[in-house]
């Protein structure tokens, strides 16, 4: 049955609603795993979409997330902001507060915002802010904005995640390089799988990586970075092998500087909705030790969004 979008809204057309009764991972998460990239979608009636947004969800409500952290095992959360609510963060706020201290949020701000407002978003939990470059997703934000934005959030400690399409990285090189904070990438800057691993655009990436020690990557979203599947459905245990060698390398080589999430409830997917006990399963696959997985599930999240639980950080 199709899921609701609730208020005074109409699904965009083709969208996929997220996965019901997801598997129970066969991965066993360390203690303590954080799922650093998920997101909620109003509900709308509550939490109306932006005006300004590029597509309108199902609902993704903060008691569904929760209800799937425990269910896969995550002891965590990190709420990115989704563009589908533009700069206003009440959903993601809402969600952080509810959660009893398990989840820290990710927003959008504009220029406008106070330090007052500024406050309220670190106290509510908020530890980044996300620069979307993704043309579909986003109008276009002035560079100078974005820079006096880094440069106000850098003194809360926060830091900037990155989105953006492998292609764009030379354009962005010395924007993401001038960067005052910690810099997450979102989807290892969307590679193309079906391009060599050792070929310029990709090896470009690592570069950026390899010279830039604040530069962090989320190793996430096989589903939407993959080619040739197998898609994680119907108990698939090897699935989206053509991004497995890429997300593996990112983690071997920079296993400190790596994050991990579900992605749910998954923006714009149209081809298939990935059942998200199966996306868990991906996690051995590309971080293939326990103290991999140990860095990559646990530590590395609790140092950029609850350092102040991790001594000596
Ligand atoms: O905020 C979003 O709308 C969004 C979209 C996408 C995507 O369409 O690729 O991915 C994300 O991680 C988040």
Redesign the pocket.
């Known amino acids: 049955m199709s899921k609701p979008t609730t208020g005074d809204f109409t699904k965009t057309a083709g969208w996929l609603d997220w996965y019901t009764g997801p598997a129970k991972p066969r991965f066993q998460l360390p203690a303590g795993a954080v799922d650093a990239?998920c997101?909620v979608f109003g509900p709308g009636a509550e939490f109306p979409y932006a005006p300004e947004r590029?597509?309108t969800p199902c609902d993704a409500s903060k008691a569904e997330l929760y209800a799937l952290r425990d269910h896969l095992g995550f002891a965590r959360n990190v709420v990115?902001?989704?563009?589908?609510h533009g700069a206003d963060n009440r959903a993601m706020v809402d969600a952080c507060l509810s959660s009893g201290g398990k989840a820290r949020g990710v927003a959008t701000v504009r220029r406008s915002i106070t330090d007052e407002q500024l406050q309220e978003l670190h106290d509510a939990g908020v530890r980044g802010v996300?620069f979307?470059f993704?043309k579909?997703?986003v109008d276009f934000t002035p560079k100078d904005e974005l820079l006096e934005i880094a440069g106000r959030i850098a003194k809360l400690g926060w830091h900037v995640v990155i989105?953006f399409e492998a292609v764009d990285l030379p354009e962005l090189w010395d924007f993401f390089t001038a960067l005052p904070t910690t810099v997450v990438v979102?989807?290892m800057g969307?590679p193309d799988v079906s391009k060599p691993i050792d070929g310029p655009e990709f090896e470009l990436f690592l570069k950026f990586m390899r010279e830039h020690s604040n530069v962090w990557s989320k190793v996430s979203?096989p589903e939407?970075l993959s080619v040739t599947g197998p898609k994680a459905l119907n108990g698939e245990q090897a699935a989206y092998r053509d991004v497995v060698p890429f997300a593996r390398r990112v983690v071997e080589e920079f296993p400190d500087r790596v994050l991990w999430g579900t992605?749910w409830p998954h923006?714009?997917l149209k081809d298939h909705m990935p059942d998200d006990g199966l996306l868990v399963d991906f996690i051995p696959a590309i971080a293939p030790t326990p103290e991999l997985q140990q860095k990559l599930l646990v530590d590395n999240p609790m140092r950029l969004y609850w350092p102040e639980e991790v001594k000596g950080a």
């Open positions: 990239h997101h590029k597509y990115v902001q989704a563009t589908c996300r979307n993704v579909r997703l989105y979102d989807h969307r979203c939407r992605d923006p714009n």
